[in-house]
């Protein structure tokens, strides 16, 4: 019999593999697991060290299928304003912040639809905090960015009637008004700023310094994303491989690129090791809810003149996906409006075989690495779900987003349209494959509460009442399962992780309680009191017992 590394026994033990089946113990050997079962069979294999889980639970480690780490990190170091909801509030929690300091002031997390003033702030506003230091404020989609006068006092700045893609706002008199949408900000104004990510040493230390926060969260794997349209991209590969050579990586990362590189240049999804590797080619085809930015086939109910953005005509978002699948790529394409939806079902449709496979995991293996990601997938038509079962397609969903937009959902969509706002239990319900990721920094929760917000249908203060589409939500092992198991089949990893079972990487997570046995409202105050990736811990809390 081999020597195990390591046992874990005297616990609860979900595999994930079907509903309600547990286990007691696990036995590790070389970062993998060797055998899941009872504690006698266990505890005979010899072994080097052994750990009494004393009957609490454990699941497969929690898996982000999408986050921008280098983001997030930088954010906290910016002025936080995720909690105001009037822009005079704002304005004074900027002011609070400002102190004597020179140099770019930033703030960050605001959302536009939870003002009560019901508009953006806009650059006058902002120039009541300093007029004479640029400030800049992103909210907390990410997908507004709004300046001050004296950030944009020497950008080149398109006249109104010269524009013409509505990214940019102006004011009456013609001049801007300080407010960018989409990529508007970076392609006028971001070479103010002083390229904070153009240093290749300022973008490893913001990720060595940070990234360790993160398996407090549960986290054994997570998908970044490596950039933002039209930007510098802020992540590199060799990044990571480095954190990995000097043995500072305590979570393993799928890296999808944003840069349009030519196809022989890009690496093949799958490059890379067991800790760093390379996901999907990310493609962004619309913008966010709440700043009407997200593509949509009728106007917003609140602002009959916006339908949103698109960033690529069908022609040109087909050429995209063919020449990543030619190249043996992974694609994945943020898309959060109906209209954005309709455009990426038809470019994918002239690309990828369409199958009647009824079984999702069917259609995904015949695909191989030719998979396709849809990100956010927050509004459909009712018809896109059949055309949706036919791909080899994985939903990248963020359920943390309805803490983010329950407030303003149903004003921007109209009660109609609002039904299959973040339908996840009728994605499933046909068939589809859906995964969880928090998208932090811009919006979204660590996967506990995205789990509570999955099954509650209801922001974590506990609005509304009845949840929002309450029909949509789905059940605590449909939850768990698309941050573990399915997020596996994101990156064509499902052989290696996302259950507790032979073979796979030795990735867990340890609880303070049966998340199966919790009242559904209290799922986000489980404690994380143990995680583990291949095998060797990467956070304990200090209350573990």
Not at 3 to 14: E, L, Q
Not at 25 to 45: F, N, P, Q
Not at 98 to 120: A, Q
Not at 508 to 518: C, E, G, H, W
């Amino acid at each position: 019999m081999i020597t195990a590394d390591k046992i874990f026994y005297n616990g609860v033990i979900y595999p994930m593999e079907a509903e309600g089946e547990t286990v007691s113990a696990v036995v590790v050997r070389d970062g993998k697991i060797v055998y899941a079962g009872t504690d006698e069979a266990a505890l005979a294999y010899p072994a080097a060290e052994t750990e009494d889980l004393r009957g609490k639970t454990m699941l497969p480690g929690f898996n982000d299928t999408h986050i921008h780490i280098s983001y997030d990190l930088l954010h906290k170091s910016y002025v936080d304003l995720s909690e105001e909801r009037t822009i005079a509030g704002i304005i004074e929690k900027m002011r609070e912040a400002k102190g004597g300091g020179e140099g770019w002031l930033i703030g960050v997390g605001f959302t536009v639809g939870c003002l009560e003033d019901g508009r953006s702030p806009n650059r006058r506003d902002l120039d009541k905090i300093d007029a004479e230091r640029p400030i800049l404020i992103n909210s907390a989609c990410g997908h507004i960015r709004i300046a001050n006068s004296k950030a944009i006092e020497n950008a080149d700045i398109p006249a109104q009637d010269a524009l013409g893609n509505e990214t940019v706002e102006y004011f009456e008199d013609g001049s801007p008004n300080g407010v960018f949408l989409e990529n508007a900000y970076s392609v006028y104004v971001a070479g103010n700023t002083g390229g904070t990510w153009e240093n290749a040493d300022e973008r490893k230390a913001v990720i060595r310094n940070g990234i360790g926060d993160y398996p407090a969260m549960g986290l054994t794997t997570m998908h970044t994303v490596a950039g933002m349209p039209d930007e510098v991209q802020s992540e590199y590969i060799d990044q990571y491989f480095e954190l990995e050579e000097r043995g500072e990586l305590p979570v393993r990362i799928i890296l999808n690129p944003t840069l349009r590189l030519p196809w022989a240049h890009c690496p093949q999804t799958g490059f890379g090791t067991d800790m760093v590797k390379i996901g999907s080619l990310k493609i962004f085809m619309d913008g966010a809810m709440g700043g009407r930015s997200a593509a949509l086939l009728k106007p917003y109910s609140d602002a009959p003149d916006e339908t949103g953005v698109l960033h690529f005509t069908e022609e040109e978002l087909r050429a995209q996906i063919q020449g990543a699948y030619d190249a043996g790529l992974e694609v994945s394409i943020h898309a959060i409006g109906d209209a954005a939806m309709e455009r990426v079902l038809n470019a994918a449709e002239a690309v990828y075989p369409l199958s009647d496979e009824e079984d999702p995991v069917k259609r995904l293996l015949a695909a191989g690495k030719r998979r396709l990601r849809i990100v956010h997938a927050m509004l459909i038509q009712k018809e896109h779900i059949g055309r949706l079962k036919r791909l080899p397609i994985i939903l990248d969903v963020q359920p943390g987003f309805i803490d983010d937009d329950a407030e303003f959902a149903e004003d921007r969509l109209g009660p109609e349209r609002v039904r299959y706002f973040m339908p996840h239990n009728l994605y499933m319900k046909n068939g589809i494959l859906i995964a969880g990721g928090s998208d932090y920094p811009f919006g979204g929760k660590p996967p506990l509460a995205a789990i509570q917000i999955s099954v509650t249908r209801k922001t974590l203060s506990g609005f509304p009442d009845g949840g929002l589409i309450p029909e949509e939500a789905v059940t605590v092992f449909e939850a768990v399962s698309m941050h573990t198991r399915n997020a596996a089949y994101c990156s064509s990893e499902e052989k290696l992780k996302g259950t507790i079972t032979p073979e796979k990487f030795a990735d867990f997570v340890v609880l303070d309680r049966d998340i199966f046995k919790t009242p559904l409202n209290e799922i986000a105050d489980i404690k994380i009191l143990k995680t583990v990736v291949g095998g060797k811990e990467t956070y304990a809390a200090d209350t573990a017992e």
